[in-house]
């Protein structure tokens, strides 16, 4: 089955177009207007950190046939179920 580690490197929010509001070439319309006061440098989600640290990406698309994603899903259980007794 392949997977490899990880998802993303961290969450959206700590992504550098965040941290620095660099939405549309640095400037951030809704902040300017005074719509929103958010500010991403102090935002902390700890479990969607957990998350995308102990999470595994396994790759599906529509090119693969029924009895190949049934044959992903068997494997993923197989693994998890070792696992998880």
């Not at 959206?12 to 640095?26: D, S, W």
């Not at 969607?48 to 790759?59: D, F, M, N, Q």
């Amino acid at each position: 089955m392949p997977a490899s580690a990880g998802y993303i490197p961290v969450p959206l929010y700590g992504n550098p177009v965040f941290q620095k509001h660099g939405f549309f070439a640095g400037r951030w319309p809704l902040k300017e207007m005074g719509l929103t006061a958010m500010d991403y440098t102090k935002v902390a989600c700890p479990e969607a950190e957990a998350i995308l640290k102990a999470g595994i990406r396994v790759t599906l698309h529509e090119g693969m046939s029924e009895e190949y994603v049934l044959s992903l899903a068997a494997a993923f259980r197989k693994v998890t179920s070792h696992y998880t007794t």
